[in-house]
């Protein structure tokens, strides 16, 4: 064999353990951002659901090689919100996420959309320069 031989082999090889670390760490950076989410839950304070949308929305992207590769979101293990957000001056009268009979008037302006749709289009339209 010659050295174009022995090179073009050693190319292989090296693309193949690239791939093989790659998805490995795709593997780990998954599994982080499933904790990730958890511990949000876990964790989370000072505030009601009132809708369901805030602790349906927490989300984690994954970007590799400069690529949107992966998302996940709480709502995507729970029950989903009652209703869409909230916006000013707009009144919610009923029963909450967490069964509770509430009332309450929107005070800020939103998007009037659900809270995982906003996670979900804010990480696809991050842009990661490479």
């Known amino acids: ?42 964790n989370k304070s000072g505030f009601q659901n009132l809708t369901g949308n805030t602790i349906t929305s927490y989300a984690c992207g994954l970007f590799m090689d400069g690529r949107f590769s992966y998302f996940v979101c709480s ?20 029963v909450s996420y967490d069964n509770q009979s509430r009332r309450f008037t929107g005070t800020v302006e939103t998007d009037k959309g659900y809270g995982e749709a906003f996670s979900f289009d804010f990480l696809t339209a991050y842009y990661i320069g490479l």
Do not use: H, W
């Open 1 to 42: 064999m010659d050295n174009r031989s022995n090179d073009i082999l050693f190319d292989e090889g090296m693309k193949k353990a690239k791939e093989l670390v790659s998805g490995y760490i795709f593997d780990v950076l998954i599994k982080c951002c499933e904790d990730l989410i958890q511990d949000a839950l876990d």
């Open 75 to 94: 709502g995507d293990s729970m029950k989903q919100p009652v209703r869409v957000k909230l916006t000013k001056g707009e009144t919610f009268v009923g």
